[in-house]
């Protein structure tokens, strides 16, 4: 069912953020983080820089196992016919879309892609804005002014979290989602017992919760929460269109934000910028709760990780796959022979960082973000090994559509430039005050169910505890 989106033609003007007049007064501190009090953003962020999109000229939605190909289609004949105006040419200028596809070619969840209005990105170089418009005239610096002061709504201060951290391993306002936590453990010993029998090697089996934040969620002040706290996380919003299905058409907003993926996770499954490839893989997690009093955290993350011949495993499927996955596509990758230790608020994860030079194809391009990400997905960071096995076997013992979990979330420009990280740590608005929140975990032979509930709760809690963020208007 993939509903035929006619391409629109586009322009877009890119400039270095000082040539915006409307834009002064933020180009003196160009903090991304400050534009998330305007509505309905697309965010990716890390450390305060990154990409914000506001407003939007052009949506595509599709679903089903051509969900990458069609939407590369769409973004090839959409980036073909625009007429682009680009003075900065960095990785993210130009035509920009941000886009989110579901983890399963089954899904009954919307993939796709959407072109945001204004585009206000920074890097290490500087900072950009970027107009997109329909038609072919060029825009112009006044519109780029208009367009800035009808979007951008500054943060009003600082996010805070409504409620403190929660010590506790449960949350009163999280219900079980499609499986109760015994049903679940159930499904990893059933996991566990298909692995021992020689069925499969590893597998990823993830649950679902649903919060209700008992009033409407303020996307800015929670965006602004995580990516305060999860800082060295990419923290992503992607709202695909509107919530009715198969529509091409930019609806009103409903004001729920349904269907809206938004989290901050810590996995960059592919990162293409200009030629060169990375990845920073993660599988082995030990949560930062089960710290023993009086123990040295790097000490005790490097015994139980580290050492842990279960974890290296787990980890090593997932560094394989994403070398399987992306070996075609380059002359040398490499990476990954010595995970380090990641620290987050939260876990620990075994982590990997992989480089690759790409390879220019038989067409004499080299292949885009897009096209990476629909190489190496799924990993076993989020699948298991082998992958189709693993795949049926998740939909049989999950028994839930992952949707938009666990798939590759992120961007990509005009050049092929993008980063698309794996939606995981994150939730999808259900409506104005409920979201869904899943998490999942590595089972090998020998898994123990109830640590690996007690991981997804570590997994978790990032989402449930920013949730009910709200913006300190002091
Ligand atoms: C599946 C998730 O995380 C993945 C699984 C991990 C593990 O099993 O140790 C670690 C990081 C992620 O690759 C999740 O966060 O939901």
Redesign the pocket.
Known sequence: MTPEFPAPRLSALTLPLSEVPAAAEFARNPDVRRLLGSADPATWIMRGKGIVGLGRVAAYRVRGGTRFTSARVWWDELRQDATVYDSVQRPGTGLLAFGAFAFAPSSTVDSGLMVPELVIGTDAHGAWLTLISTGPSEPTVEDVDAAWRRLVRAAPAVARPEEPDAAASSYPTAVPGTLDEQRWMEAVADGVGMIRAGELDKL?L?RDVVVDTGRPIELGAVLGRLSERFATCWTYCVRLGPEQEGSEQEGPDDGEGAGRLLGATP?MLIRVHRGTATARV????LDRQDLPDGANPEDFAGTELGGSEKQQR?HRF?VDSLITGLSPYADEVSGGEHPFILALPNVW?LASDVTAQLRAGVDGTLPSALELAEAVHPTA??CGTPTETAGAVIEDLERMDRGLY?GPVGWLDGAGNGEWG?A??GAVQLDAHRARV?????IVAESDPRAELAETWA?LRPMLESLPARWDRE
Not at 282 to 285: E, F, H, V
Not at 438 to 442: D, I, N
């Open positions: 990823v993830a996995e993660l599988a082995g997690t787990e997932a994860h960071a989020v666990a794996i995981l740590r899943s998490a999942g975990c590595g997994k």
